[in-house]
Every structure is written in structure tokens, then in C-alpha cells.
T-cell receptor, first 111, second 114 residues
Framework: GDSVTQMEGPVTLSEEAFLTINCTYT??????LFWYVQYPGEGLQLLLKATKADDKGSNKGFEATYRKETTSFHLEKGSVQVSDSAVYFC??????????WGAGTKLIIKP | DTAVSQTPKYLVTQMGNDKSIKCEQN?????MYWYKQDSKKFLKIMFSYNNKELIINETVPNRFSPKSPDKAHLNLHINSLELGDSAVYFC?????????????FGPGTRLTVL
């Protein structure tokens, strides 16, 4: 069945560092791919998404490119801030099936 | 205006009690969900309803019973609470079941069973 694998956390970086959180997937069809973010004490919210191969999703300085050849959707940001500290979830969805979630990666940014 | 709201935000109760969590969305969405998030932040889908019809019912003890009186509401009733039920429960909604549909989450209900 479909699955999503994320790098284990926590990931700890200093402010202004470059961020990569790896996400790879397995799917039988052509899924859409998502990154959701959960700030402390809150529910999840969509960060970005991509619906087909080679699409790039971007929001708040974060980017991720849908790479079918490597079945990946890595999350990147050029310069992180303390306010980016959160848990990041990679997910995939095929139409009429449930959203498949990664295990989440906790990101800690130190001033 | 809150898009997806849940009540209560915190719930502390004794083992063996019965409790309910309410969820409402004002987005006009057709599909609603209940998730359980454990202490390691792992998310597990419990139920999904589309237009008041149950479409996903994962392996969840039958002590958990969802009820959807209309497509804007999906409540979760839990009988005979156990210690292992302690978690954060999230309600979510989406426009439909399409592959590109974004899910919108409520703020969560932190359930503590003593």
C-alpha cells in the first residue's frame, strides 16, 4: 500500500541556517503531495502542496518539488527563523482514498 | 470566524466514564474526519464522513462512536474511557474526497484519562 517516510527528528538548527527535511513516498497511482505544519499547541495547517510531477509548492519561504523519479518531496527553506519551530508532516493522497501521513519531524530553531 | 472548531479544548476524566467531543465546520465542506495524535505526535485516522455517511472506519475500539447529525457537525462519543485513550483528538474537514483536497484542522481536544 501507499506510504510516506520522513526523516526522524528532532532536527535542531541555528537561526538563518538552511533547512532540508526529507520525505519519500511509495504510491500505486499518481498522488498529490502535501506538507502540513503543526505549531506548538495548535492543530495542523497546510504549508504547501504539489499535485503532479515536477510541480513546486511554496509558501512562507518554504519550497518542495514533486520528484517522481526519486519519489521524493523534500521540504527546504533558505534561512530559518525561531518562529519556524514546529512539527512538519509530509503526506500523500490519491483521489477517493485517505490521506497517508508521515510520522512528523520536529524542528527546533535556536536563536 | 473559526473554520473548524472543537469543544472542549481540554478534557480530564476518570477511567470508565463516558465523554463526548464536538466538532463543527463552517466551510461548507462535505467531508469530515477524526484523528488521534499520540504523545510522539503520530497521527492516526479514526473515522471519516462524507455528507453524513461513514466512509472510513479504521481499526478503532467500538467504544468510540462518531455521529454526524448534519454535514457541518461530526461528534465523537467515547464509552468506558481507558488510560490508553489519553491523547489529542483532532477534527478536520475537506471539500470532498478528491486527491488535491486540503484538510482543515480544528485546534484539538487534549483528553487525559486518570
Amino acid at each position: 500500500g501507499d506510504s510516506v517516510t520522513q526523516m526522524e527528528g528532532p532536527v535542531t538548527l541555528s537561526e538563518e541556517a538552511f533547512l532540508t527535511i526529507n520525505c519519500t513516498y511509495t504510491a500505486t497511482g499518481y498522488p498529490s503531495l502535501f506538507w502540513y505544519v503543526q505549531y506548538p499547541g495548535e492543530g495542523l495547517q497546510l504549508l504547501l502542496k504539489a499535485t503532479k510531477a515536477d510541480d513546486k509548492g511554496s509558501n512562507k519561504g518554504f519550497e518542495a518539488t514533486y520528484r517522481k523519479e526519486t519519489t521524493s518531496f523534500h521540504l527546504e527553506k533558505g534561512s530559518v527563523q525561531v518562529s519556524d519551530s514546529a512539527v512538519y508532516f509530509c503526506a500523500l493522497k490519491e483521489s477517493n482514498y485517505q490521506l497517508i501521513w508521515g510520522a512528523g519531524t520536529k524542528l527546533i530553531i535556536k536563536p | 470566524d473559526t473554520a473548524v472548531s472543537q469543544t472542549p479544548k481540554y478534557l480530564v476524566t476518570q477511567m470508565g466514564n463516558d465523554k463526548s467531543i464536538k466538532c463543527e465546520q463552517n466551510l461548507g465542506h462535505d467531508t469530515m474526519y477524526w484523528y488521534k495524535q499520540d504523545s510522539k505526535k503520530f497521527l492516526k485516522i479514526m473515522f471519516s464522513y462524507n455528507n453524513k455517511e461513514l466512509i472510513i472506519n479504521e481499526t478503532v475500539p467500538n467504544r468510540f462512536s462518531p455521529k454526524s447529525p448534519d454535514k457541518a457537525h461530526l461528534n465523537l462519543h467515547i464509552n468506558s474511557l481507558e488510560l490508553g485513550d489519553s491523547a489529542v483528538y483532532f477534527c478536520a474537514s475537506s471539500p470532498g474526497q478528491g486527491g488535491t483536497d486540503t484538510q482543515y484542522f480544528g485546534p484539538g481536544t487534549r483528553l487525559t484519562v486518570l
